[in-house]
């Protein structure tokens, strides 16, 4: 199996996918929320700009310190959550030892 040739045919249809959307007046978009400084998560995160970018999504990457509270993540999400524009919202992993992934995971709608 060619895993680069897979991921360029998988990409392409993506992008296509993306194109009748927009033809029909839907951009999709995917918000991505990196909190804290880990460097492989920040790698990871600016993989999945390039590739939404590439299949003409919008979306943006919100970057928040470390120090932030799970409750201020919480009313970010909510906030997301409330966006029509937004169609999909990653929340990157892993995150700070004081914030607990799953409430996080299961406030994304």
Do not use: C, F, W
């Amino acid at each position: 199996m060619d895993g680069a040739a897979l991921a360029q045919k998988v990409r392409a249809e993506v992008a296509a996918d993306v194109a009748e959307l927009r033809a029909r007046g839907v951009v999709p978009g995917l918000t991505v929320v990196l909190v804290g400084d880990d460097p492989a998560s920040a790698v990871y995160v600016g993989g999945k700009e390039k590739a939404s970018r590439e299949a003409g999504m919008a979306g943006e990457t919100i970057r928040l310190p470390a120090g932030t509270s799970q409750a201020e993540l919480l009313a970010l999400v909510e906030q997301l959550n409330a966006d029509a524009s937004i169609h999909g919202i990653l929340v990157q992993l892993p995150l700070p030892k004081h914030i607990d992934p799953e409430t996080v995971i299961n406030h994304i709608r």
